[in-house]
């Protein structure tokens, strides 16, 4: 039986969750439930603070787990990366006092504050800086004012929190994180994993696609093939007018009014969209 871990508590919790009852699976209905064995999938879910399931995994205790990219380089755990899940975005940036043009040399020889010192360690390395690491639980922000460190590396959204304490973004994005499913290397090739990637994978491209049906005049499917390609070519069929046809292809989501808005302008009626709650392309 395949052991996956899910994160247990707060948003990365709750969108874990519901991708994986999107691909079929059983998940917990009380959040105080540390485990459930889904029978029919052949899959227990171990529910475990974010932090620890990189440890969990790469420790061969369990096989799969979805955690945070920044949790996962953070451990420097024996896992890897098999597939991001497109939620549970975060951007890490380093930022110092105001007052002072940084820039990533100037960190040579400082005091870095985070609360992902591992992360930070292996960014640094990569840079060939040298810094000294101070690990910080919260409130990473306060540490510069407080004399514990120069400067921080930390999650930025807005920046308004970095702002208020006096603190100022520079250089380039250390890590853009989010919710990646992983294992080890020896599990890659596990039949069980595979059908859990691939169920995941059909959820994140139902979530990304529609299906787009519409009428065209058969003088304009060149014009309207070039609007909607689809992922391979759309699909053509023949109506009882004659001089018409219908197409069914695959849209981006997000561009689905600029391309009905097109389709329109070429003569095409009768557009429709679909959603899609599972595929396997």
Not at 85 to 94: H, K, P, V, W
Not at 107 to 112: N, S
Not at 229 to 238: A, C, D, F, K
Request: proline content about 3%; aromatic content about 6%; hydrophobic content about 40%.
């Amino acid at each position: 039986m395949l052991r996956v871990a899910i994160p247990n508590k707060g948003s990365l919790a709750e969108e874990s969750i519901a991708i994986l009852k999107e691909a079929g699976y059983r998940q917990r209905s009380d959040s105080r439930d540390l485990v459930l064995v889904d029978t029919e999938n052949q899959v227990e879910f171990y529910y475990l603070r974010p932090r620890d399931i990189a440890l969990y995994v790469g420790s061969g205790e369990l096989e799969a787990g979805i955690t945070g990219r920044d949790l996962l380089i953070d451990s420097a755990a024996q896992a890897s990366e098999i597939l991001s899940l497109g939620y549970g975005g975060s951007t890490f940036r380093f930022a110092a006092p105001t007052g002072k043009k940084w820039s990533e040399k100037d960190i040579q020889g400082k005091r870095v504050a985070s609360a992902y010192p591992g992360l930070v360690t292996s960014h640094l390395n990569s840079l060939g800086i040298q810094a000294t690491v101070v690990r910080l639980d919260g409130a990473v922000e306060s540490s510069v004012r407080l004399g514990v460190a120069d400067l921080i590396a930390d999650v930025v959204s807005t920046g308004n929190t970095l702002r208020q304490a006096g603190l100022e973004i520079f250089g380039d994005s250390i890590l853009i994180s989010e919710a990646v499913l992983i294992t080890r290397d020896s599990e890659k090739n596990n039949p069980a994993l595979q059908i859990l990637l691939r169920r995941l994978q059909g959820v994140i491209t139902a979530r990304l696609y529609v299906l787009l049906d519409y009428d065209v005049q058969k003088d304009k499917v060149s014009a309207a093939c070039a609007i909607t390609p689809g992922l391979e070519s759309p699909t053509i069929s023949p109506l009882q007018n004659e001089k018409w046809v219908a197409v069914r292809a695959m849209v981006l989501r997000k561009d689905t009014n600029r391309v009905m808005d097109e389709l329109w302008d070429i003569g095409a009626r009768g557009i429709l969209v679909t959603d899609i709650h599972a595929c396997r392309l």
